[in-house]
């Protein structure tokens, strides 16, 4: 009694607003703590935290997120509103990625190398901070994960689920989700989030980068 869960995992708002009512009953503090940033920031200490909980769970926490995080958002008293949080982070994510992919891949259709693509793009106004991270995976044909295929269907089907709870209406997540599904069905699930680029060069009948 008295410890503090930290709860750093990408899930749904209503799975952390339950965990913390079972954590509650056990006299132990839940603080909703999901995290952005990837491997490189984790492993710097320098992530981004959307957090929410008691002032009690954060009081028990900050020797942790002071080691872990550049920046910690305190988004209410209540378990649930870090993860809607990282909800709406994950759903630009998710599209920003398969949006990379598809205009890198769109770029070589035209005649445009995928070296000249990241050099230009990533200083005009179509840049994001995925393009920037993820595009130099398929530039240097290297797919070592800093996060893999793989997680994009559990947290697009978060964003999902969770909209369609509301009644609200997600195409473009709901388009990007089948790309990520179609790369897993190609063998791609282990393979950086960037490999979805090959979804695209597939269809296209192109070769990207080795």
Not at 23 to 45: E, F, Q, T
Not at 65 to 74: D, K, Q
């Amino acid at each position: 009694k008295g410890a503090v869960v930290i709860a750093c995992a990408t899930v749904s708002p209503e799975f952390a607003r339950d965990m913390e009512k079972r954590c509650n009953a056990l006299g132990v503090h839940y603080l909703d703590a999901p995290v952005s940033g990837g491997s490189v920031k984790a492993a710097k200490g320098e992530l981004a935290i959307m957090a929410a909980g008691t002032p009690d769970a954060f009081l028990a926490a900050q020797p942790v997120l002071s080691a872990t995080a550049r920046t910690v958002f305190e988004l209410g008293d209540a378990a649930g509103a870090g993860s809607a949080m990282k909800a709406v982070n994950q759903l630009l994510a998710g599209v920003h990625i398969a949006a990379m992919a598809a205009a890198l891949t769109f770029g070589m259709t035209q005649g445009v190398a995928p070296q000249k693509f990241t050099e230009v793009i990533s200083q005009c106004a179509g840049t994001s901070w995925m393009l920037e991270n993820r595009a130099p995976h398929i530039v240097e044909g290297d797919y070592t994960p800093h996060s893999q295929v793989n997680i994009w269907p559990k947290d697009l089907g978060i964003v999902l689920e969770a909209a369609k709870s509301v009644g609200f209406s997600a195409p473009i997540t709901a388009t990007a989700l089948q790309q990520y599904m179609i790369a897993i069905d190609m063998g791609l699930g282990r393979e950086d989030a960037a490999a979805i680029a090959k979804v695209y060069a597939r269809s296209a009948g192109m070769a990207l980068p080795a």
